[in-house]
């Protein structure tokens, strides 16, 4: 939501800090005092309930701000951002990141921002109850794909880092129905798998496959 040059000089407002894989960012539960400005690197935004479900939320990658929610209105932090691959993200103290986007003008770019992700919430939920699994897989490679490689519609796409387990916690389905999923993907061609890899070897196809007509299956 931000311009280039915005985004370039809050970089600059803050410290770089790296981030091993499966390490968590920012913990669910605690204050708002700082916030990430993800530069490398792919993230989850997840919420854990105290009875011990873990209820995913969103990806994130390179150009997202993680946690500003809780900065701006002083709350506990609701979710919990990990890191699916080694990240790279700079760290911006809540007050100077207040004054920053005051001074700039920027209030209004990040509450659409902000507006956007909840919509982008509501039609996850929507298409959790609405559409088939292997759709809603399609879609959640298709988002982790754009994050890694944007633009990218011909070459080969390589996702690392991601177990079974989460691609059931972003789809709402099992472990064993994301297998039955993946191995439909498989033998349209459209992906190959090993332990936490997933190579997308035609976006084209996997595009037709996240938009398809739930009565119908991609040709």
Known sequence: ????????????????????????MLR???????LLA?????????CREP?????????????????EVSVFNGTPRTAEVVALTPCTAVVLEAERFRRFIDQRG????????????LRESDAHRTELLTLPLVVRLARALL??????APGNESEVVRLTGLSQ?????????????????????R?????????????????????????????TKPA
């Open 143 to 148: 988002r982790l794909a754009e994050l890694t």
């Open 1 to 24: 939501m931000l311009s280039d040059e915005a985004w370039r000089e809050l970089r600059e407002q803050g410290a770089s800090r790296t981030f091993r894989e499966r390490s968590v």
């Open 165 to 185: 387990e989460e691609i059931a916690q972003a789809t709402g389905v099992t472990r064993n129905a994301v297998i039955t999923g993946l191995q439909l993907l």
């Open 106 to 117: 920027l209030v209004m770019d990040l509450m659409r921002q902000a507006l956007f992700r």
């Open 51 to 67: 009875d011990g479900i873990v209820t995913w939320l969103a990806f994130r990658g390179p150009g997202d701000l993680l946690g």
């Open 187 to 215: 033998e349209s061609g459209t992906v190959e798998t090993a332990r936490k890899v997933i190579v997308i070897k035609d976006m084209k196809a996997l595009r037709d496959w996240a938009t398809a007509d739930p009565k």
């Open 28 to 34: 669910q539960g605690s204050a708002g005092t700082h």
């Open 38 to 46: 993800l530069t490398e690197g792919l993230a989850k935004v997840v």
